[in-house]
T-cell receptor, first 116, second 113 residues
Framework: GAGVSQSPSNKVTEKGKDVELRCDPI?????LYWYRQRLGQGLEFLIY????????KSGLPSDRFSAERTGESVSTLTIQRTQQEDSAVYLC??????????????FGEGSRLTVL | AQSVTQLDSQVPVFEEAPVELRCNYS??????LFWYVQYPNQGLQLLLK??????LVKGINGFEAEFNKSQTSFHLRKPSVHISDTAEYFC???????????FGEGTQLTVNP
């Protein structure tokens, strides 16, 4: 498609379950980002991919969170043993990474996670 | 590390009134600056950006922003707002050598008839 696609758009899960969130970036975008947006708060950086490697994963809040990217395309964010504080909208974005184009991110509509 | 402060969490205005959404940043190195907008139930989209050159930058939908290096500010303005401008607006900064965009906490602009 033309834009960044995320699935599922909504996910309700029980505390302690694992969840997987998927992101399909814009074709040709080498950089891919995951951000978290809690209700009423700003965007919190989680992890950045350049190609299939993650040079910056300093934003992952705990070892329950992991992410991977394959084929310089699709990325999956996995949250194990979900907690109620994980409830948020998880946003994926992609971009080119050459010079001033860095920072011009194209966002998906997000995956809203609710942990009961 | 760089940081962004958006001074107003909520800005209510009447239709056709002017508006200014304030953004201050902190960084020890050169940065690029951005404003993103998030309309209800949509993803974020780029409104405008400052990379270099003229400190007054124009974006989509009649918005503009002015980069003020001495005051480390990048305030967003529109001379006359419409109901359709109701949205959350995010200021963001990235080091010119960096790869991570840091966002402010957002300003909810509500335009009332």
């Amino acid at each position: 498609g033309a834009g960044v696609s995320q699935s599922p758009s909504n996910k309700v899960t029980e505390k302690g379950k694992d969840v997987e969130l998927r992101c399909d970036p814009i074709s040709g975008h080498t950089a891919l980002y995951w951000y978290r947006q809690r209700l009423g708060q700003g965007l919190e950086f989680l992890i950045y991919f350049q190609g299939n490697s993650a040079p910056d994963k300093s934003g992952l809040p705990s070892d329950r969170f992991s992410a991977e990217r394959t084929g310089e395309s699709v990325s999956t964010l996995t949250i194990q043993r979900t907690q109620q504080e994980d409830s948020a909208v998880y946003l994926c974005a992609s971009s080119f990474t050459q010079g001033p184009l860095t920072g011009e991110l194209f966002f998906g509509e997000g995956s809203r996670l609710t942990v009961l | 590390a760089q940081s962004v402060t958006q001074l107003d969490s909520q800005v209510p205005v009447f239709e056709e009134a002017p508006v200014e959404l304030r953004c201050n940043y902190s960084s020890s190195v050169s940065v690029y600056l951005f404003w993103y907008v998030q309309y209800p139930n949509q993803g974020l989209q780029l409104l405008l950006k400052y990379l270099s050159g003229s400190t007054l930058v124009k974006g989509i939908n009649g918005f503009e922003a002015e980069f003020n290096k001495s005051q480390t500010s990048f305030h967003l303005r529109k001379p006359s707002v419409h109901i359709s401008d109701t949205a959350e607006y995010f200021c963001a900064v990235i080091k010119t050598s960096g790869s991570r965009l840091t966002f402010g906490e957002g300003t909810q602009l509500t335009v009332n008839p």
